[in-house]
């Protein structure tokens, strides 16, 4: 399926752990960030103030409490200087949050976002540190990427990954049930086996009984 998407200027930094930062030029890139963005994403924002979108993009597999202390202070660090009226305070507060927790509707001016779920949205505070600033900005590198077609690549992905994950789960469900079965096949065997011996014992203490008569009657005869 072919994607239409305008290809807008998205500025890319390396975190100092080589993991990729990035955010929209103006709001209106911000559109399209928040439109295609992808499952190991996480957005920044800094709380209650316009600022940049900054984006995180994690390996797959890695949750929220896999960020770093120094990454989470990177993408934070890189969102307050991108706000007009947060990089002139000493400290601000920052929220951040899964790319699949945000929430957009038409009604919304371009940029503004709300959330799927409030309680998913993580909160913390950051002192301005130029430095690190300094050293994010030295690995800048502006783009114009096709942000649907990157997208779809991962979705196409994500739905081979689920077809995987599908076909393993009815590879072990189909062995669980062979096992079960060889179970039960080898206790009906048991079974049957005690059940002979059982069988064989009585028929063997009977035999044994008849002998005895017969010789405590030889013996008075």
């Known amino acids: 399926k072919q994607l239409d998407s305008p290809a807008g200027m998205v500025f890319f930094f390396t975190s100092s752990e080589g993991y990729t930062l990035y955010m929209g030029k103006d709001k209106y890139e911000n559109e399209?960030?928040?439109?295609?963005?992808?499952p190991e994403d996480v957005w920044f924002h800094v709380d209650k103030l316009s600022s940049?979108?900054?984006?995180?993009?994690?390996?797959?597999?890695?949750?929220?409490?896999?960020?770093?202390?120094?990454?989470l202070n990177e993408c934070a660090q890189l969102v307050k200087a991108n706000s007009?009226?947060?990089?002139?305070?000493?400290?601000?507060?920052?929220?951040?949050?899964?790319?699949?927790?945000?929430h957009k509707t038409g009604a919304m001016e371009a940029g503004a976002v709300s959330f799927k779920d409030r309680s998913r949205v993580r909160k913390m505070r950051v002192d301005k540190h130029r430095p690190t600033v300094n050293d994010l900005n030295r690995t800048k590198v502006e783009d114009h990427p096709d942000l649907a077609a990157v997208q779809e690549e991962r979705a196409a992905e994500w739905r081979a990954e689920q077809r995987a994950v599908k076909r393993r789960?009815?590879?072990?469900?189909?062995?669980?049930?062979?096992?079960?079965?060889?179970?039960?096949?080898?206790?009906s065997y048991k079974s049957l086996m005690?059940?002979?011996?059982?069988?064989?014992?009585?028929?063997?203490?009977?035999s044994e009984d008849q002998s005895a008569a017969v010789d405590f009657e030889d013996d008075f005869m």
């Open 32 to 38: 399209d960030l928040i439109k295609y963005g992808l």
């Open 52 to 71: 940049a979108h900054v984006y995180l993009r994690q390996k797959k597999g890695e949750k929220l409490d896999d960020i770093s202390d120094v990454l």
């Open 84 to 102: 007009i009226e947060g990089c002139k305070q000493a400290s601000v507060e920052v929220i951040y949050t899964r790319w699949r927790n945000l």
């Open 169 to 187: 789960q009815a590879e072990e469900e189909k062995r669980l049930r062979k096992q079960r079965m060889e179970e039960a096949e080898l206790r």
């Open 194 to 206: 005690d059940e002979g011996n059982m069988s064989t014992n009585t028929d063997l203490a009977a």
